[in-house]
């Protein structure tokens, strides 16, 4: 890809980048990773603070927290990016077709929209987890199910906006194919807008995956997730607060990654934006006019 | 030559409880031979830019057909390097994450020359157009109002299209601009010997540049007049149109 090459990634970007390519690595090499069983009780170690054998302490049932936070990833982030893929994928399929075709296949994807968001998006997932069974695939199937009419919505809006424009007119006028003008004048000004709205959806879904299984719906009891890992914190919020952090702070931080990411994924792609480069003098055309009568 | 015939177009609104249609072209037909300049002059609201859009095959009419060389023009192949355009805004005429190069390359693609060969051209067109090579990186967010159209107009001589459309290409441009610009496309008329048609509410501008005009009103044609016998226009709309311009 051109912008490594360019290397206009900020600092911010590449940490960010950085962060998440761990997380997911972590998650994919768990069982290397975590240095103890995550499910393994130990009692005596009950809430014991961190120590060099558990860095980050033990929970209610003295389980190692470091290794339910690694193995906490597959639930929380990878199964949440993935969920967010195919939503991403079929909004961005239908929302294309709408925003730049227009007319009949427009409105029969909008109204078919407006009937999958017009049910509250939990209850929808609650019906869809009835009908399939309790469980995580289940849960992201459900949420891709409900999630896909948002996105759609919300990239038809971005194409609309820019399907008006004269160099979309030039390419149509000229004779070029729809899915080559799609692919080199649609995409690449509308990606801005699909990786802000993408990530900022991934916070949002990591917190529902954890309200479903605390509602016993989504990941079983003794697995580790990092909203269920919250929630067992809860409990105990007050005696001890400092359980919340690791749990909470995971969250944070690859909720903020996937932000910076797509903060600085923007100005990396946008050269009105990108800094870098020569600043040209330009010529004053416009200042001065001298019209002779 | 390319053929209007008979061409209706009429847009729905949708008003709070019935939707109406209104009409914008009533029974529009003429014709533009090879290499010749038509004006196509009319106010605001006339009609004239969505006939632009029909003749450049972005929308189909309601009635009647457009043919260039006897097929009709909405069909992709028949327009490919065969019509061109130039807009009138020039600051959404070039797509915002391409240098001038890969914009003016657009149009070349897929002609079967090398990359060497469009690269030759894209200097070549570049001079043509009264800009040095050095533009080829720049991005449109760095070019003044001249300079991209400049560049627009590159890009739409790029494939030696046999017509372009030029949407109030110059409208927006400042005076001393819009004489270069005029300027430049009679020069690249006499390099290509492509035909325009030169859509403008600006008669000066028209009488400059065009070989015959045509006085558009409402959606309909008024009147088609040669150029050098613009002083005998009939009709009392041309009239009026001629006697509002300012003369200097």
Not at chain 2, 203 to 225: H, L, S
Request: proline share 4%; hydrophobic share 45%; aromatic share 8%.
């Amino acid at each position: 890809m051109k912008i490594w090459k360019k290397g206009s990634m900020d600092k911010t970007g590449s940490l960010s980048l950085l962060v998440v390519i761990g997380v997911i690595m972590a998650g994919l090499f768990a069982p290397l990773l975590a240095p103890h069983d995550p499910l393994a009780v130990q009692m005596s170690l009950r809430y014991a603070g961190p120590s060099w054998e558990y860095l980050l302490g033990n929970d209610q049932l003295g389980r190692c927290i470091l290794s339910r936070l690694i193995y906490g990833i597959r639930p929380s982030v990878l199964a949440v990016l993935v969920v967010l893929l195919f939503s991403v994928l079929i909004g961005a399929v239908l929302g294309f077709a709408a925003g730049y075709f227009r007319g009949r296949i427009d409105t029969w994807i909008m109204r078919i929209c407006d009937v999958v968001l017009s049910f509250p998006g939990y209850v929808m997932t609650l019906a869809i987890v009835g009908i399939l069974g309790v469980g995580l695939e289940n849960i992201l199937i459900a949420f891709v199910l409900t999630k896909w009419a948002w996105f759609a919505r919300v990239i038809r809006t971005s194409v609309l906006q820019y399907t008006e424009q004269d160099y979309i007119r030039f390419a149509r006028a000229t004779g070029m194919r729809h899915g080559q003008i799609i692919r080199r004048h649609v995409i690449p000004v509308t990606f801005a807008d699909i990786a802000v709205v993408a990530s900022s959806s991934i916070g949002a879904m990591i917190l529902q995956i954890s309200g479903f299984s605390f509602l016993g719906l989504g990941i079983q009891a003794p697995q580790a997730e990092w909203g269920m890992m919250l929630n067992e914190a809860r409990e105990v919020m007050f005696t001890r607060p400092e359980m919340m952090l690791p749990p909470g702070m995971a969250i944070v931080i690859v909720v903020s990654a996937f932000h910076f990411l797509a903060d600085s994924l923007q100005v990396a792609l946008d050269p009105r934006l990108r800094q870098s480069g020569v600043q040209h003098d330009r010529q004053p055309e416009h200042k001065e006019v001298p019209v002779r009568l | 030559m390319l053929h209007i015939q008979n061409v209706e177009k009429s847009y729905r609104k949708s008003g709070l409880l019935a939707k109406r249609s209104e009409k914008v072209l009533h029974g529009v037909s003429f014709s533009c031979h090879d290499g010749e300049c038509l004006g196509i002059i009319g106010e605001s609201g006339s009609g004239k830019s969505t006939l632009g859009r029909l003749i450049l095959g972005i929308e189909k009419p309601d009635h009647g057909a457009i043919l260039l060389n006897g097929q009709p023009i909405a069909q992709r192949q028949v327009r490919r390097g065969q019509i061109s355009a130039v807009f009138q805004d020039y600051t959404s005429s070039i797509n915002p994450f391409f240098t001038v190069e890969q914009a003016i390359r657009e149009p070349l693609d897929g002609d079967g020359r090398s990359r060497a060969d469009h690269g030759r051209r894209v200097d070549e067109l570049l001079e043509q157009v009264g800009l040095s090579p050095a533009y080829r990186t720049r991005y449109p967010h760095e070019l003044s109002g001249g300079e991209a159209q400049r560049v627009c107009i590159a890009r739409a001589v790029a494939n030696r299209p046999r017509y372009i459309v030029l949407d109030e290409a110059i409208s927006s441009l400042d005076v001393r601009v819009q004489v270069q610009v005029l300027h430049l496309l009679q020069e690249l008329q006499s390099v290509y010997g492509m035909g325009y048609i030169f859509i403008t509410h600006d008669i000066q501008a028209a009488a400059y540049m065009c070989d015959r005009m045509i006085i558009f009103r409402k959606g309909q044609i008024v009147e088609t007049i040669d150029t050098d016998r613009l002083r005998e226009v009939q009709s009392d709309y041309a009239r009026t149109l001629l006697g509002a311009t300012i003369i200097i």
